[in-house]
């Protein structure tokens, strides 16, 4: 129960899918080396993929001591080894004041975390089946849009429960504590009332599981198809959602220009097959014709 397995038959044939993307094609070896950040880091780096530069951390002690040193510049301190977003937190430039608190918020998830340089762009999410692109997501930060009447608490109830944001429940916005500090950083509150048209982020990682919104992306040059495909055969994936910061699409890529964040196994399908905005793919489909059905 609880397990989400299918079995699927045809023939001789017979296949086995947990959890829509997780089969026997995909060796356990893959799973560990996707499911720690830092191994991830240093396969990428061996490959020659652009990821963010910075250092992997089991004290807290050293973690805000780096944080100090680079406080000049936007960091990103996330668990080594969690998925959908979980423990991820990103400060601006001298947030002094924020480092203890998120580095020990990261540290609830997992005895290592990494503190890592913030990639500047729109943050894509790349479904690699079988060294294929099968579809790309822009993935927007959790937001509302002002109607100029209605509170940020009452616009996040409304989104969560219009049809057109299709979300599981548990991915739906949230009003808690890195909610209100993003909007306290703006000099917000729950209770604000944005402007007509006036489009309010509550996070700044921007994880669908977070509130974030799934946005189709029709066209993505073939040099950045390339780089997912072989950011996935790196760690031997066949089914893998490659996350990727790009500055400008209409740029070549390099080295400045863009950036690996992430290597998910168990890659979620639903948001390329019910985007917030855009053509609706046929995920379900490609992960059948890997499989031979």
Partial sequence: AGQNLIQLQRGNITEIVKQATITRHDNFLSYELMNNKQLTKII??????????????NTEHDAITYCRKNRNSAL???????????????????????????????????KNILVEEFIPGKEYRFLVIDGKVIAILNREPA?????????????????????LSYKLPEHYIKLGVVERENLAEKN????????????VY??????????GDPLDVPDMPREYKKIAVKAAASVG????GVDMIIRSVRERPRKNGYAVIELNWNPAIYMHAYPFRGKSRNVGGAVLDFLGF
């Fill in 44 to 57: 990428l780096e061996r490959a020659e993929i652009k990821a963010p530069k910075g250092g992997y951390f």
């Fill in 76 to 110: 990103v301190v996330k668990p080594a080894s969690t998925n959908y977003g979980t423990g991820v937190y990103i400060m601006n430039p001298y947030s002094d004041a924020m480092y203890k608190t998120a580095i020990k918020r990261a540290f609830k998830y997992d």
């Fill in 143 to 163: 937001n509302v849009t002002g109607s100029g009447k209605h509170s940020i608490k009452e616009l996040v109830a409304q989104k969560n429960t219009d049809p």
């Fill in 188 to 199: 917000m509150t729950f209770e604000s009332i944005p402007h007509q048209g006036q489009k």
């Fill in 202 to 211: 509550l996070r700044k990682n921007s994880n669908v599981s977070d509130g």
């Fill in 237 to 240: 994936a066949r089914m893998c």
